[in-house]
């Protein structure tokens, strides 16, 4: 049944597409339902569901074929039978597949090589689906989420104890309760911030993008939100028990990283700020390579935190008990490789020191004298790729007031405003008109989405993950302090535009959706695939793919596919098969056009007793 008119286009419908469109949104409503139960009983739960489905009984009769699907043989041909994906055993709940424990202590630990990523060869990966632990529930919706996190969604409790008197995280019976203190801020992360906004202009939109290394729990990052800026947090998958799992659990986001012997993922001057608090990270060792890397992808005008060892160490080497020799040594070789950067002191008080990168090459001729340049030829090229002991060059300006690469407007107008590196021809094959049409068509697209799932405007998705995220304009679209895009450039896509996704005041990382992504299993609420599938056509397996966007999306998570019709169909075939429900609708400008959306919704279901799924 091919079903003509486009969903977007009331004058179009006929009757059938109208039923569409209201399963759908009855689709998306049960899930509401459940989600906004909270700490509801399951079984009481599930009954209010089942009732409601009873009212939307139209989901299940409904089938829908796109125009493009008999050509192909791949849309609901009920003699292809559905391969039912089974669960992992309950020992993979916090499975993450490329910074697994065992595998890691095979690797070498010199410069945390062995908490770097190493994925698992093809032989040994898993081809099943990652349950969920018992009692899971859906998190508490944002801000509750960033001090309340249910205990049974991770169970970890490591870290209560081993930094109680920091005030890093409380277990309370069926809760953990997160104070938004951290070692170097046991007061709390607001008197902290307030004092470095004393020094960085946070709060008026001139800062909006942050690195946190060596995060912790990210409380930092979690309430730098007040000051309508977004952080970037990692930290590795260590000792510290479950660390970036509590903060992606908060709403707040996270990746699991390292600074070890490969660059960081993300572009040369991408973060307004960088921030280490106590962050146990080598400053001076290799040269001062880290410090080397820092400076790479903060801007030019950007601003280094350090709080903690060694600063201020004449007064604290006995608290840290560590030899104060040691630390002075310490804190001589920072500010020499500082100076070497040609970054300027901005401000020592306490243990807290901040310097600002220039903002132009005018007032580095000494550094650049001193120091090896890195080669800019291929300096955007850093997945997997070893950190190099040498100083990423300035872009050329033509005066000393002129801010190297180009000045940003404050957030929110920089959001929409032209990138620089777009203004400026660098980014080859984007224009500034191309730029305006890619913004006004995501804004045309996601007002399409939110015809169909209408939780879209809810506070429902806090954490959204864009798998193929172009110029972030579904993104900036969606802007709104409810929820955080995490944007993906593909390393294999045609153009690297990830550097203008941080021009816009939205954060992103490189990846290879041929591997697993750096985060826990349940990490984000909603993903959207935007013509992943035909990127990644005959590079690796579609079902890996799939099977890893369903670790790493949470029980009853959201999905907007966007791709060619013939691939959708192969998608939603294989999706059946992983407790997915899913409905495909034309695309908004009509059914002639040969690309399509499919919805999807994940299934809630937790690992069960004897290695079983429970389905609800």
């Known amino acids: 049944m091919a079903i003509k008119g486009n969903p977007g286009d009331n004058r179009s419908r006929g009757p059938a597409s109208i039923f569409i469109v209201a399963g759908l949104c009855c689709f998306f409503y049960l899930i509401g339902v459940w989600q906004r ?100 529930i859906t998190p508490f919706p944002w801000p509750k989420s960033r001090d309340y996190v249910p205990y049974a969604n991770a169970p970890h409790k490591s870290l209560t104890v081993e930094k109680a008197v920091q005030n890093w995280v409380q277990h309370e019976g069926d809760l953990l309760r997160f104070p938004g203190g951290g070692t170097q801020f046991p007061h709390g992360a607001d008197a902290y911030i307030d004092q470095l906004a004393s020094v960085i202009p946070m709060g008026n939109g001139t800062v909006r993008t942050a690195l946190d290394t060596g995060c912790g729990v990210a409380s930092w990052g979690a309430y730098l939100f007040k000051k309508n800026v977004i952080a970037m947090s990692f930290a590795p998958r260590d000792s510290h028990e479950a660390q970036v799992q509590f903060a992606l659990e908060r709403g707040v986001p996270a990746v699991i990283g390292v600074l070890g012997t490969i660059k960081l993922p993300f572009p040369s001057r991408a973060f307004d700020m960088a921030h280490c608090s106590r962050c146990l990270i080598p400053w001076t060792a290799n040269r001062g390579l880290y410090m080397m890397e820092v400076d790479r992808v903060l801007r030019p005008g950007g601003y280094w935190i350090l709080s903690g060892p060694p600063i201020n160490w004449q007064t604290s080497y006995k608290a840290w008990q560590l030899p104060k020799e040691e630390l002075e040594e310490e804190q001589r070789m920072i500010e020499e490789i500082a100076k070497l950067l040609c970054w300027e002191k901005k401000y020592e008080k306490g243990e807290i020191a901040i310097w600002r990168k220039r903002v132009n090459s005018e007032y580095c001729s000494e550094r650049d004298a001193r120091v090896t340049l890195c080669d800019l030829s291929n300096s955007e090229n850093v997945w997997y790729k070893k950190m190099e002991a040498c100083v990423t060059p300035y872009p050329e300006t033509i005066n000393s007031e002129q801010v190297s690469g180009g000045e940003l407007k404050p957030f929110p107008e920089r959001l929409n405003a032209i990138p620089p590196r777009i203004a400026s021809g660098s980014l080859t094959g984007v224009s500034v008109e191309s730029f305006q049409e890619d913004n006004k068509s995501w804004k045309k697209h996601v007002k399409a989405y939110k015809r169909v799932n209408k939780l879209l405007d809810t506070r429902r998705y806090r ?154």
């Open 37 to 136: 139960g909270g700490f509801a009983k399951g079984d009481s739960k599930a009954l209010q569901i089942t009732k409601r489905a009873e009212d939307c009984s139209i989901l299940s009769n409904l089938e829908y074929e796109t125009h493009h699907g008999d050509q192909h043989g791949l849309v609901d041909d009920p003699k292809l039978k559905i391969k039912q994906f089974e669960p992992c055993g309950e020992q993979y709940v916090d499975y993450t597949p490329c910074h697994d424990q065992m595998r890691a202590m095979t690797f070498p630990r010199e410069n945390m090589n062995y908490r770097e990523r190493h994925c698992p060869p093809e032989e040994e990966k898993l081809h099943c689906l990652i349950p969920a632990p018992k009692g899971y």
């Open 463 to 616: 954490s959204i993950l864009d798998m193929n995220a172009g110029l972030g304009s579904f993104a900036a679209a969606l802007e709104s302090s409810k929820l955080w895009v995490m944007n993906v450039v593909p390393t294999i896509a045609e153009r690297d535009t990830l550097a203008v996704i941080y021009d816009r005041g939205l954060i992103g990382i490189y990846h290879d959706w041929c591997e697993a992504f750096s985060t826990y299993p349940r990490t984000y609420d909603f993903i959207h695939a935007n013509g992943i599938f035909s990127l990644y056509k005959d590079k690796c397996n579609t079902e890996d793919i799939l099977l890893e966007m369903d670790r790493i999306l949470r029980p009853e998570g959201a999905v907007i596919f966007r791709d060619d019709a013939d691939i959708l169909g192969q998608v939603k075939r294989i999706v059946s098969g992983m407790r997915w429900k899913t409905k495909m609708v034309d695309h908004e400008d009509g059914p002639l056009i040969s690309k399509k959306v499919l919805f999807a919704v994940k299934r809630y279901w937790v690992v069960g007793d004897n290695n079983s799924t429970i389905l609800r």
